[in-house]
């Protein structure tokens, strides 16, 4: 336990002292007040009077406010590990108690837990809430895992941090998930189930309008975030 909090005071002073990672923290508090406040105003000031509103699309808004968290999460928890690994650090743990794996599990176990407790807090942040807490957990769980299935592709595929920069920029194609789900006729959706996002956005919208199959879709999604978490982290090397 004691590495394990000299790495999380690490964590916490490496991240104080850069702005784009405060940036990359606070954003899905940021987001969620722009939907909370910023929206409800335009529709009242702006849009009146006009066919449609903002506020109209607020399911979406809350998918995609959803999946911002671990985003963030998972490129932070990333760079994190791209840059312990061009340091060497990586390597040092292997004469220290803390192996690779207690390592791996704590960089991954964290943003999941950090991006699950901060999502309970960003919807009524958001005024938005259309799950029962009963389904709310896992869907929100699910979506958690986004988190280090991000930042294992990160590290898997970037050999350092400016390569990392255009992974992540690739891997923000998740967030386009809950758009594919919500306006693209249900054949076609499919095309987009190669993001694991698309079956968290799946059981968010049939837990949000009532389906009867929503646990279906959560065991969905759940099976293949496990499995990518699994793959991903197989192709983890502590030296790139």
């Not at 255009?166 to 758009?179: D, F, G």
């Amino acid at each position: 336990m004691r590495q394990i909090a000299t790495l999380a005071l690490g964590d916490l002073k490496q991240i104080s002292r850069d702005a784009l990672m405060i940036l990359v923290t606070v954003a899905p508090v940021l987001l969620s007040l722009v939907i909370g406040y910023a929206v409800p105003w335009i529709d009242g000031t702006w849009l009146v009077g006009l066919p449609f509103a903002l506020g109209d699309y607020d399911l979406l808004s809350l998918s995609f406010l959803l999946l911002v968290s671990p985003l963030m999460l998972g490129v932070l928890s990333g760079f994190i590990i791209l840059d312990e690994r061009d340091e060497g650090i990586l390597m040092q743990l292997a004469v220290t108690p803390l192996s690779h794996t207690r390592y791996l599990l704590y960089r991954m176990l964290g943003p999941v837990l950090v991006s699950t407790v901060l999502s309970f807090f960003v919807m009524p942040i958001a005024g938005i809430n259309p799950l029962s807490l009963f389904e709310m957990i896992p869907i929100v769980a699910t979506m958690a895992l986004e988190a280090p299935i991000i930042a294992l592709a990160m590290v898997s595929f970037a050999a350092n941090k400016v390569e990392g920069m255009a992974v992540s920029k690739v891997l923000s194609l998740i967030l386009i998930a809950p758009a594919v789900v919500y306006f693209v006729p249900s054949v076609w959706q499919y095309t987009a189930g190669i993001l694991p996002s698309f079956w968290a956005a799946k059981a968010f919208f049939a837990s949000a309008r009532g389906s009867e199959d929503v646990w279906f879709w959560i065991l969905c999604s759940l099976c293949y975030h496990l499995f990518l978490v699994w793959f991903l982290g197989r192709r983890f090397r502590p030296r790139g």
